[in-house]
T-cell receptor, first 115, second 118 residues
Framework: AQSVAQPEDQVNVAEGNPLTVKCTYS??????LFWYVQYPNRGLQFLLK??????LVKGSYGFEAEFNKSQTSFHLKKPSALVSDSALYFC?????????????FGAGTQVVVTP | EPEVTQTPSHQVTQMGQEVILRCVPI?????FYWYRQILGQKVEFLVS????????KSEIFDDQFSVERPDGSNFTLKIRSTKLEDSAMYFC????????????????FGDGTRLSIL
């Protein structure tokens, strides 16, 4: 069975400071990892994914994430946070052996960026 | 940019009534999904659908639930006899097929239907 843990319910950061949202996973075989963002009253919006290759992946809106196989982590980062980055962030995993693509989501981390 | 659209945005229904939630996936996508998010909880997988049949379903997706793709564009989720605990936000998602199927493609989500059971 696969699972995702987001250890922080909320992350507070001042605008302009670096932002990190943590995610660890458990899956059989190789993981396919995703980050999504949810703004109020909206659906989940895809940010980036790791499938294979370079451990550092870049995505939308200046976000990037680093895959660390030994630590089974996939932390989301942004060098300089904006107030508009305030939202709910979800990490998700699927097994590489899963043909149908079911996603297992973490509980979500609320990011609050203050001016 | 193409979007997944869901209607209605909010559905209020009496317990025991049938409800149909509607979704229009992105037009060239072949894999379709329903997820739900109970208030304050994580997003949970309900069902995946490919080639006009269910490919996988979770334990949540019991006999009260069904999905259908009645035409070339719509994808619906029906709950036959709603219960209070069905109150949640329901998200439709779709992904395209390339190479290894749906495995490495991101899913694109609609804005959801908030279902409130009274």
């Amino acid at each position: 069975a696969q699972s995702v843990a987001q250890p922080e319910d909320q992350v507070n950061v001042a605008e302009g400071n670096p932002l990190t949202v943590k995610c660890t996973y458990s899956v059989s075989g190789n993981p396919y990892l995703f980050w999504y963002v949810q703004y109020p009253n909206r659906g989940l919006q895809f940010l980036l994914k790791y499938i294979t290759g370079d451990n550092l992946v870049k995505g939308s809106y200046g976000f990037e994430a680093e895959f660390n196989k030994s630590q089974t982590s996939f932390h989301l980062k942004k060098p300089s946070a904006l107030v508009s980055d305030s939202a709910l962030y979800f990490c998700a995993v699927r097994a590489s052996t899963d043909s149908w693509g079911k996603l297992q989501f973490g509980a979500g981390t609320q990011v609050v960026v203050t001016p | 940019e193409p979007e997944v659209t869901q209607t209605p945005s909010h559905q209020v229904t009496q317990m025991g009534q049938e409800v149909i939630l509607r979704c229009v996936p992105i037009s060239n996508h072949l894999y379709f999904y329903w997820y739900r998010q109970i208030l304050g909880q994580k997003v949970e997988f309900l069902v995946s659908f490919y080639n006009n049949e269910i490919s996988e379903k979770s334990e949540i997706f019991d006999d009260q639930f069904s999905v259908e793709r009645p035409d070339g564009s719509n994808f619906t989720l029906k709950i036959r006899s709603t219960k209070l605990e069905d109150s949640a936000m329901y998200f439709c998602a779709s992904s395209e097929a390339r190479g290894q199927g749906a495995r490495n493609q991101p899913q694109h989500f609609g804005d959801g239907t908030r279902l409130s059971i009274l």
